[in-house]
């Protein structure tokens, strides 16, 4: 191949490979939990690629090179890319992290393994690179392939959308700032109830905004009418909770986003929340139903704890 088309076939290959970095280390990553994971993912793979592409370049351009002096600066430029590409983001619009570095530095050393795998002579060192690469490649991807699962697994048991009886369903809530949560049988009083497991959560007292999150991709709710909530409460005397819903543009605005208030009586109660209104609840645009963010329940400076039972949340 004529030194023309080898310097054509590595400026492609490098620009291809540049143009994803930009794409996905640089501009803000989205909001919803698939596309960061997937966005997370991309900084391996990324990384990978580039010291495999710098590898190639080395080796045809600078063929007296040793191999320890085309490795080392196969990684170094990666990593310094990459470094380089996180402090740009501290100071330029991104989302810099020392994670995503930590994800370059797996990439870096996964496409090292592959490169040393691809000339290795005997099939034994082969393999072993190989497998040394899939080793580092795993903790970047899994995120993304754990997130695809859930999200596929949210399609799949719509209308509901959460609850804590089935095999990992509690793992989808999470809570925040003053809020605890445990996974119990249902009051025995509460005859409504139809789960064998329901949430019991407590908003601590001495918090500002102590809170349950669904911690879940969302599915899209179009083509539904209202959201439901089972509760139960086993407090002598109402009590407020706040309901907050966000979608993946939201800011951090009040009239961002769906924000309302409810009025607990002791005993059961069945939120019901037109889509109508969550959708209709940004004072300056509607709210995206088919890319949803957030939900979260919280109570606003409680003065005393307070529990509450949480049975599921579904669509009608």
Same mark, same amino acid.
């Given at each position: 191949m004529s030194l023309e088309r080898q310097r054509l076939k590595l400026g492609l290959l490098l620009g291809v490979v540049g143009g994803a970095a930009v794409a996905l280390l640089v501009v803000k990553r989205p909001g919803s939990h698939v596309w960061r994971a997937v966005f997370d993912a991309g900084h391996v793979l990324i990384a990978a690629a580039l010291v495999l592409a710098l590898e190639w370049a080395l080796a045809t351009f600078r063929p007296r090179l040793s191999a320890p002096r085309r490795h080392v600066l196969a990684v170094g430029l990666t990593l310094l890319s990459g470094g380089g590409l996180e402090l740009a983001q501290l100071v330029a619009p991104g989302d810099a992290? !020392?994670?995503?570095?930590?994800?370059?530095?797996?990439?870096?050393? @996964?496409? #090292? @393994?592959?490169? /040393?795998?691809?000339? /290795? !002579?005997?099939?034994?060192?082969? *393999?072993? %690179? *190989?497998?040394?690469?899939?080793?580092?490649? =795993?903790?970047?991807?899994?995120?993304?392939?754990? &997130? #695809?699962?859930?999200?596929?697994?949210?399609? +799949? +048991?719509?209308?509901?959308? /959460? &609850? %804590?009886?089935?095999?990992?369903? =509690? &793992?989808? %809530?999470?809570?925040?700032?003053?809020?605890?949560? @445990?996974?119990?049988?249902?009051?025995?009083?509460?005859?409504? @109830?139809?789960?064998?497991?329901?949430?019991?959560?407590? %908003?601590?007292?001495g918090f500002r905004n102590p809170r349950l999150l669904v911690d879940n991709p969302f599915a899209s709710w179009a083509g539904y009418q209202a959201l439901m909530i089972s509760l139960w409460s086993p407090e002598d005397a109402p009590f407020e909770v706040v309901l907050r819903i966000d979608d993946e543009a939201a800011t951090l605005a009040m009239d961002d986003r769906f924000h309302r208030r409810f009025a607990l009586v002791p005993g059961p109660n069945e939120l019901r929340i037109p889509l109508a209104d969550i959708r209709l609840s940004p004072t300056t645009r509607e709210l995206d139903l088919g890319d949803l963010e957030n939900l979260v329940l919280f109570m606003d400076r409680p003065a005393r704890d307070h529990r509450l039972f949480v049975e599921r949340l579904w669509l009608e």
């Open positions: 992290s !020392l994670l995503d570095f930590g994800r370059d530095t797996l990439g870096a050393g @996964a496409g #090292l @393994a592959l490169h /040393a795998g691809r000339r /290795a !002579l005997r099939r034994w060192a082969r *393999v072993t %690179f *190989v497998l040394g690469a899939l080793g580092l490649l =795993a903790p970047g991807l899994w995120p993304a392939g754990r &997130a #695809l699962l859930r999200k596929a697994r949210v399609v +799949q +048991q719509l209308p509901e959308v /959460a &609850a %804590f009886d089935g095999p990992g369903d =509690a &793992a989808v %809530f999470r809570t925040l700032d003053g809020g605890e949560v @445990a996974v119990v049988p249902p009051p025995s009083v509460w005859r409504e @109830a139809t789960r064998g497991r329901v949430g019991e959560i407590t %908003f601590h007292a």
